[in-house]
């Protein structure tokens, strides 16, 4: 089993920053795809953001160039967020979640049929 938790979220003024992290424990192998999502109310369950675990390769939706980053730290065992340029459009919780089924490059790491592991997710507002 693998377990997650976020931290980080927060309220934030539009143009500012917010960094995510989520800590991973249990049964993680190198293989394992992390991610980011969101989801705002409402609204369906948004890929964000994703990386391997056992390699420095990232996937990223189309919709953020160039605001977000993602990274890991296995020493410890954690992935993280960095937000910047952040809008009001950006308010949602925010999930990690981690797969094993999927490759990091392709169409399906954006769905979040495919992830098998989510943490509770942390709540990001930022206000206009």
């Known amino acids: 089993q693998v377990q997650l938790v976020e931290s980080g979220g927060g309220s934030v003024q539009a143009g500012g920053s917010l960094r995510l992290s989520c800590a991973a424990s249990g049964r993680i192998f190198t293989s394992h795809v992390m991610a980011w999502f969101r989801q705002a109310p409402g609204k369906v369950r948004q890929f964000v953001a994703a990386?391997?675990?056992?390699?420095?390769?990232?996937h990223y939706a189309d919709s953020l160039p160039g605001r977000f980053t993602v990274s890991r730290d296995n020493a410890k065992n954690t992935v993280s967020l960095q937000m910047n340029s952040l809008k009001p459009e950006d308010t949602a919780v925010y999930y990690c979640?981690?797969?094993?089924?999927?490759?990091?490059?392709?169409?399906?790491?954006?769905?979040?049929?495919?992830?098998?592991?989510w943490g509770q997710g942390t709540q990001v507002t930022v206000s206009s």
């Open positions: 979640a981690a797969s094993n089924r999927v490759l990091i490059t392709s169409t399906p790491t954006r769905d979040p049929r495919n992830y098998d592991h």
């Open positions: 990386i391997k675990w056992g390699g420095c390769d990232t």
